[in-house]
């Protein structure tokens, strides 16, 4: 008993400050008990057990440039301080290469060409009194310079044989003729060759004919325009059309092509007084005639030489080597009264001019009274005409604009004149497009007076070489 008790008092004198343990601590969720671990050895005296600190919350949030700096040492800062220069320096090299490549390949603006001359050159003096008629119809002009004078209403009236001119010309127009050349052969119909007789009779022009007679382009073109044959109109008109009715219908429409908006066909030679027209109309044609080399041999002529061996026949156009005229043709009808359209030349200050005039409706019992109107206006018109020269040859008349500051002076190559009468004014125009270069005396443009098919134009050349700009003005310009 005693060994026990004193057994149960050791034991409980062991669980006293267990117990006391237990007993003093608050209430508290059950712990489980977990045996002690043996403490391991410290093998490495520069061992530390893993203690995980804590910074204060001050600390977590100072910047980092609060932490400790990298060091440089002093000779690695000193290269870098050598070295940014050099950097620098290649970085600008490498931006100015940049810069110039950019600028060298950057097409160069277009040259331009302007007139260092007046744009137009007005003759001093009054404008010339002209030998007007007091009646019918009447306008004559220069070709390319303009109208000098007119009188009349536009009113159309009959044409007579005039008509022949839109006859000659639609031909050739759609048969052209080389100058001296005699063309296509065609034959005389059985039709026309039975109304050779009915055409006398009545009055008409003609030349004789007989059926399956061969005639050449030309010389059926000389009978119309000669000697003013019906019978060939009518012929002429059958070759190209196959009838009266087609070719009078291309004649209208060739008119209203010419801006001839007072004129109007019903036949090819004019004998119908349905055939109207005026004088400022037949200016119109008969320019554009003219300009047909064919067409201007063939009015020049003085005789017409029949191809069946008859005698010659004098041109109906007496005035032909009078005042200048070169070409025309008459008209006449009991309608119509005396016409005349006329063509002249002159040479006024060194270039070549032609005088376009027509007058209608004169009375009288042929075409004299007309030719005689005619004489006097191709006199009285030349004598106004006259000239100015504008430059002189090599003296500058234009320059060329390279866009980037240089400017080239351009020369005359001839002596640049206008010709006109007093109180005309002139345009003067430029024509051509400018080189980025050339050689000396390379034609380049022209100086254009006048307008339409009669303007004259005068060559423009460089004085000296022209180069494209040189690299540093590519490498500089701003524009």
């Given at each position: 008993?005693?060994?026990?008790?004193?057994?149960?008092?050791?034991?409980?004198?062991?669980?006293?400050?267990?117990?006391?343990?237990?007993w003093?601590?608050?209430?508290?969720?059950?712990?489980?008990?977990?045996?002690?671990?043996?403490?391991?050895?410290?093998?490495?005296?520069?061992?530390?057990?893993?203690?995980?600190?804590?910074?204060?919350?001050?600390?977590?949030?100072?910047?980092?440039?609060e932490?400790?700096?990298?060091?440089?040492?002093?000779?690695?800062?000193?290269?870098?301080?050598?070295?940014?220069?050099?950097?620098?320096?290649?970085?600008?090299?490498?931006?100015?290469?940049?810069?110039?490549?950019?600028?060298?390949?950057?097409?160069?603006?277009?040259?331009?060409?302007?007139?260092?001359?007046?744009?137009?050159?007005?003759?001093?003096?009054?404008?010339?009194?002209l030998?007007?008629?007091?009646?019918?119809?009447?306008?004559?002009?220069?070709?390319?310079?303009?109208?000098?004078?007119?009188?009349?209403?536009?009113?159309?009236?009959?044409?007579?044989?005039v008509?022949?001119?839109?006859?000659?010309?639609?031909?050739?127009?759609?048969?052209?003729?080389?100058?001296?050349?005699?063309?296509?052969?065609?034959?005389?119909?059985?039709?026309?060759?039975?109304?050779?007789?009915?055409?006398?009779?009545?009055?008409?022009?003609?030349?004789?004919?007989?059926?399956?007679?061969?005639?050449?382009?030309?010389?059926?073109?000389?009978?119309?325009?000669?000697?003013?044959?019906?019978?060939?109109?009518?012929?002429?008109?059958?070759?190209?059309?196959?009838?009266?009715?087609?070719?009078?219908?291309?004649?209208?429409?060739?008119?209203?092509?010419?801006?001839?908006?007072?004129?109007r066909?019903?036949?090819?030679?004019?004998?119908?007084?349905?055939?109207?027209?005026?004088?400022?109309?037949?200016?119109?044609?008969?320019?554009?005639?003219?300009?047909?080399?064919?067409?201007?041999?063939?009015?020049?002529?003085?005789?017409?030489?029949?191809?069946?061996?008859?005698?010659?026949?004098?041109?109906?156009?007496?005035?032909?080597?009078?005042?200048?005229?070169?070409?025309?043709?008459?008209?006449?009808?009991?309608?119509?009264?005396?016409?005349?359209?006329?063509?002249?030349?002159?040479?006024?200050?060194?270039?070549?001019?032609l005088?376009?005039?027509?007058?209608?409706?004169?009375?009288?019992?042929?075409?004299?009274?007309?030719?005689?109107?005619?004489?006097?206006?191709?006199?009285?018109?030349?004598g106004?005409?006259?000239?100015?020269?504008?430059?002189?040859?090599?003296?500058?008349?234009?320059?060329?604009?390279?866009?980037?500051?240089k400017?080239?002076?351009?020369?005359?190559?001839?002596?640049?004149?206008?010709?006109?009468?007093?109180?005309?004014?002139?345009?003067?125009?430029?024509?051509?497009?400018?080189?980025?270069?050339?050689?000396?005396?390379?034609?380049?443009?022209?100086?254009v007076?006048?307008?339409?098919?009669?303007?004259?134009?005068?060559?423009?050349?460089?004085?000296?070489?022209?180069?494209?700009?040189?690299?540093?003005?590519?490498?500089?310009?701003?524009?």
């Amino acid at each position: 008993m005693r060994e026990g008790s004193e057994a149960a008092a050791v034991g409980r004198s062991e669980l006293e400050p267990l117990e006391q343990v237990f007993w003093e601590a608050p209430a508290a969720p059950p712990v489980t008990r977990v045996s002690r671990l043996p403490a391991l050895p410290a093998a490495d005296p520069e061992f530390r057990p893993y203690q995980p600190q804590h910074a204060a919350p001050a600390q977590i949030q100072a910047p980092l440039s609060e932490g400790p700096q990298a060091v440089v040492p002093p000779e690695e800062d000193e290269r870098r301080r050598r070295r940014w220069p050099l950097v620098a320096v290649l970085m600008v090299v490498v931006l100015l290469a940049a810069a110039g490549a950019v600028q060298f390949f950057r097409p160069l603006p277009e040259p331009a060409m302007r007139l260092t001359l007046p744009a137009s050159h007005t003759f001093r003096g009054d404008k010339p009194v002209l030998p007007l008629p007091q009646g019918g119809q009447a306008v004559v002009g220069v070709e390319g310079i303009g109208t000098m004078g007119r009188a009349g209403a536009e009113t159309p009236i009959p044409t007579a044989s005039v008509a022949k001119v839109m006859t000659a010309y639609l031909f050739l127009k759609n048969h052209p003729l080389a100058p001296g050349e005699d063309g296509p052969t065609f034959t005389i119909s059985p039709q026309e060759a039975a109304r050779l007789k009915f055409r006398k009779q009545r009055g008409e022009s003609h030349v004789d004919v007989t059926a399956g007679q061969r005639f050449t382009e030309r010389k059926a073109l000389e009978a119309l325009m000669v000697v003013s044959a019906n019978n060939l109109a009518h012929e002429l008109a059958r070759w190209d059309a196959g009838s009266l009715e087609a070719y009078v219908a291309k004649m209208n429409t060739a008119a209203r092509e010419l801006g001839m908006t007072n004129t109007r066909y019903t036949d090819p030679s004019g004998y119908d007084s349905g055939t109207v027209s005026t004088a400022a109309d037949q200016v119109k044609l008969l320019r554009a005639a003219m300009a047909i080399p064919a067409f201007a041999e063939i009015v020049a002529l003085r005789t017409y030489v029949p191809n069946d061996g008859g005698p010659d026949r004098p041109a109906g156009n007496v005035l032909l080597g009078r005042n200048g005229i070169v070409g025309g043709k008459t008209g006449y009808t009991d309608a119509a009264g005396g016409n005349f359209v006329f063509a002249a030349k002159r040479r006024v200050a060194g270039i070549d001019t032609l005088l376009i005039g027509a007058v209608m409706g004169q009375q009288g019992s042929s075409a004299v009274a007309a030719m005689t109107v005619a004489e006097q206006l191709a006199g009285a018109a030349q004598g106004a005409l006259t000239g100015a020269t504008l430059a002189r040859a090599g003296q500058t008349a234009a320059e060329i604009d390279d866009g980037l500051g240089k400017v080239t002076p351009v020369a005359a190559g001839a002596p640049i004149t206008v010709v006109g009468w007093p109180g005309l004014t002139v345009p003067v125009a430029l024509d051509g497009t400018p080189p980025d270069q050339g050689a000396r005396g390379e034609e380049v443009g022209a100086v254009v007076v006048g307008d339409g098919s009669g303007e004259v134009r005068f060559p423009l050349r460089l004085p000296r070489a022209l180069k494209e700009p040189d690299l540093v003005t590519r490498l500089t310009r701003l524009g």
